[in-house]
Every structure is written in structure tokens, then in C-alpha cells.
């Protein structure tokens, strides 16, 4: 199965996703539109994980880390940011795993205005932190954390000075939904099953509102299956009740009381889905496997779908788990990869630090290389 972007998707690139989809988004002629040209990324055919998966499915890879600052949140923030200049904001705040914060700090630059971002301490993958400090933004990390940190940003949002742009701001929610959009034009009808990973739950709803929207609007006949992954480390949805203290190396996705819990459940039951749980050890298996199998390097939470799909690919029977019989012959699948792989480089440190200068000869360098297969 192939497929060739469409001119429109072409002559829409780099434009943002308010210029395309104004009329699905809560702007109007006079809201001043921040926009860093969010939006238009690549839908990827995979065909190793169609083969993996077999019985003529195409699996189709949204590689979200290619917006302007290396992930979706992109997409909400442009809206989100647009709709705070217009009510007269002064200063953008967020609580964040890292990537909400690096692109409230740069659309808040392109606005001219402040941003102040609250984060937990040491849990922030190296690549957003230094998005974040150049950007400019103002940064709190606490001894906590994401839930106290979007707890502490909540109270502050009661204040008249500060603008929340977490996903809890439907402004975000919708711009997201713009990515659904993308999809359903591109494929020319919604894909069967959308993966995609769990965290705050925002990015879940919004997909699912997208869907919705376009079904209502006549531009697509059915709404795919919602299929989430959480890590096993940080599943509330999946197991039914908060968790206290998450731990995953998926840091976009240590979340443990998504936000947006009850949409989410809401898309997972009304779309005939599932919520599901992968191992981290699964996460960066699939994170190296999509990298060195189809050339998409993305960070350890985007991964998270890729594994559940892996692991449905090998499992044929009925299980707790997405699993190949739940998928009928010549499905189109879609997984979200939210991040880019830049962000998070000590989810590969070790096998960075394991490379040792040689001398500088043709000898030694052919050497080395014949030890360095891996
Ligand atoms: C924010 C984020 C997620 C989780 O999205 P939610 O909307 O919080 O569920 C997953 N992956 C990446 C890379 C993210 O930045």
C-alpha cells in the first residue's frame, strides 16, 4: 500500500494549523493568530509494521515530532496562545513532563509575551529542558511531581495574571483535534484503529473530538477504534485508580491522574477502543526498532504504540492485550508518534558513552567498525 500527500496538504505546509482548519476552531476574523507554521507532518507508510502485522493491513506512522518544536503540542499551542493574546494575557504558565513547556516558551516568544513554566525536578528529558532556558522562559522545578506541579498551576490560573495553556485549556484540546483532520484527508476516510500514547489524556480526547467532527461535517463515513497506551509504570486509566508516585523512562507519559480521564475513557467506550499497558522494556525495544527498521526516531513515550502494535503483531489470540484478532484483514492503522527522539538523548546514553576513540588509521578505524556491529 502506498500513498502520495495530496496537493492540498502541500499547499497548506508551513501556513499553521488556525490558516487550514479556521473553521473547526474557536477563532474568530479579529484573534490575532500566533503561529510558528505547527502542523502538516508526515503520515508515514510503514512497511515493516504492516508486513509484522500481515493479512493486507497498512500501518501509516503520524510523525508529530516533526512541528516546530519536536512535538504535538504544537498544535494546541498555537490556538491555545492566539486565544490567550486575544483576552489580553501578559504571561502563558504550565505545569509540564517537558514538552508542553518548550512549546508554550516558544509561542509565547512569538507572541511577546512571558512564559512561566513549572516542572518536576529532574524528570525532564535534557533536549526540552534546553528548549525551555532558550526560549526563555521562566522555570520552577519542584521536588514533585507532574500532578502536584499541574495542581500548583492550577491554583496559580485562578489569578488574573497568569493564562493556563495545559491541556485542561480546551483552546489546546482543540487545536489538536486538527491532526485527526490530517489523517482523514490524507487516507481520504478515518483509518480503522488510531494508537497513539497516554499521559495527561488530552491528546486522546482531541483526536476523538477531531474525529467527531469530521464525520459530522460529512468528510468522513466512519470513526476508527481509539487505542491508548500507557506505561506500566504510570497506567491509572488502564488500572482504574490514581497512582501516586508514576514511574516510567516514557517521561512525556509518568502521569498518574491524567486530566483529561473521563474524556478519554469517554473516546476509548464510545469508539469500541481499549486503554492498554506496555513494559518499558517494551517502549525502547520498539523506540530502536522504529528508528533502525523505518528511519523515524522518536522519544520513549511516542514508542508506546509501536510496542502495543509489535506485540499484537506476535500475539494471534484473543487476550487481555491488543492483540492481531482483534484486527481484521486489510485494516488501516494509524499510530501517533508524538515526540522527536532528539529530546530525550539519555534514553540512548549508554550505547553513546560506550564509544571509544582509536588511533587515526584506515586499520584501526575497519577494526573498530567490525566490533561496533550491533
Ligand atoms: C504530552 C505528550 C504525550 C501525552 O499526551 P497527553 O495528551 O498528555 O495524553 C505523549 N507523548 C509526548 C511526546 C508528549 O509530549
Known amino acids: 500500500m502506498n500513498i502520495s500527500t495530496s496537493d492540498d496538504a502541500a499547499r497548506w505546509r508551513g501556513r499553521g494549523v488556525i490558516a487550514r482548519y479556521r473553521a473547526y476552531l474557536p477563532v474568530a476574523e479579529t484573534t490575532p493568530?500566533?503561529?510558528?507554521?505547527?502542523?502538516?507532518?508526515?503520515?508515514?507508510?510503514?512497511?515493516?509494521?504492516?508486513?509484522?502485522?500481515?493479512?493486507?493491513?497498512?500501518?501509516?506512522?503520524?510523525?508529530?515530532?516533526?512541528?516546530?518544536?519536536?512535538?504535538?503540542?504544537?498544535?494546541?499551542?498555537?490556538?491555545?496562545?492566539?486565544?490567550?493574546?486575544?483576552?489580553?494575557?501578559?504571561?502563558?504558565?504550565?505545569?509540564?513532563?517537558?514538552?508542553?513547556?518548550?512549546?508554550?516558551?516558544?509561542?509565547?516568544?512569538?507572541?511577546?509575551i512571558g512564559c512561566a513554566v513549572v516542572l518536576p525536578a529532574g524528570k525532564i528529558a535534557s533536549g526540552k529542558m534546553v528548549q525551555a532556558v532558550a526560549y526563555g522562559a521562566r522555570i520552577v522545578t519542584i521536588e514533585g511531581n507532574f500532578d502536584q506541579a499541574l495542581e500548583i498551576v492550577r491554583a496559580l490560573g485562578q489569578r488574573d495574571?497568569?493564562?493556563?495553556?495545559?491541556?485542561?485549556?480546551?483552546?489546546?484540546?482543540?487545536?489538536?483535534?486538527?491532526?485527526?483532520?490530517?489523517?482523514?484527508?490524507?487516507?481520504?476516510?478515518?483509518?480503522?484503529?488510531?494508537?497513539?500514547?497516554?499521559?495527561?489524556?488530552?491528546?486522546i480526547t482531541a483526536y476523538w473530538a477531531g474525529y467527531e467532527d469530521f464525520c459530522n461535517a460529512g468528510k468522513a463515513k466512519r470513526r476508527p477504534k481509539m487505542i491508548g497506551f500507557q506505561a506500566a509504570g504510570a497506567a491509572p486509566i488502564f488500572r482504574g485508580e490514581i497512582v501516586v508516585r508514576p514511574e516510567t523512562v516514557a517521561t512525556a507519559i509518568r502521569i498518574g491522574k491524567p486530566a483529561s480521564w473521563s474524556q478519554a475513557k469517554r473516546a476509548i467506550a464510545d469508539s469500541g477502543g481499549m486503554i492498554d499497558i506496555v513494559s518499558d522494556e517494551e517502549i525502547l525495544e520498539a523506540q530502536r526498532w522504529l528508528a533502525r527498521g523505518e528511519g523515524i526516531f522518536v522519544e520513549p513515550a511516542s514508542a508506546a504504540p509501536i510496542a502495543g502494535l509489535l506485540r499484537a503483531a506476535g500475539a494471534e489470540k484473543v487476550t487481555a492485550h491488543f492483540s492481531a484478532a482483534s484486527i481484521p484483514d486489510g485494516s488501516r492503522i494509524v499510530?501517533?508518534?508524538?515526540?522527536?527522539?532528539?529530546?530525550?538523548?539519555?534514553?540512548?546514553?549508554?550505547?553513546?558513552?560506550?564509544?571509544?576513540?582509536?588511533?587515526?588509521?584506515?586499520?584501526?578505524?575497519?577494526?573498530?567498525?567490525?566490533?561496533?556491529?550491533?
Not at 489546546?172 to 489524556?201: C, M, S, W
Not at 530525550?344 to 584501526?364: F, H
Open 33 to 112: 493568530v500566533i503561529s510558528l507554521g505547527e502542523g502538516g507532518t508526515p503520515l508515514i507508510h510503514s512497511p515493516r509494521l504492516s508486513a509484522a502485522i500481515g493479512r493486507a493491513c497498512g500501518v501509516f506512522v503520524k510523525y508529530e515530532g516533526l512541528n516546530p518544536t519536536g512535538s504535538f503540542k504544537d498544535r494546541g499551542m498555537t490556538v491555545a496562545v492566539s486565544k490567550a493574546v486575544e483576552r489580553g494575557a501578559k504571561m502563558l504558565i504550565c505545569a509540564s513532563t517537558g514538552n508542553t513547556s518548550a512549546s508554550a516558551a516558544a509561542y509565547a516568544a512569538r507572541a511577546g
Open 335 to 374: 499510530c501517533t508518534v508524538t515526540g522527536h527522539g532528539l529530546k530525550d538523548p539519555e534514553a540512548l546514553a549508554s550505547a553513546i558513552a560506550a564509544a571509544r576513540p582509536v588511533p587515526p588509521n584506515e586499520t584501526a578505524v575497519l577494526r573498530a567498525l567490525d566490533t561496533a556491529r550491533s
Open 161 to 203: 495574571d497568569f493564562a493556563i495553556v495545559n491541556s485542561i485549556n480546551p483552546d489546546r484540546i482543540g487545536g489538536q483535534k486538527t491532526a485527526a483532520f490530517e489523517i482523514v484527508e490524507e487516507l481520504g476516510e478515518a483509518p480503522d484503529f488510531h494508537l497513539l500514547p497516554v499521559g495527561n489524556a488530552g491528546n
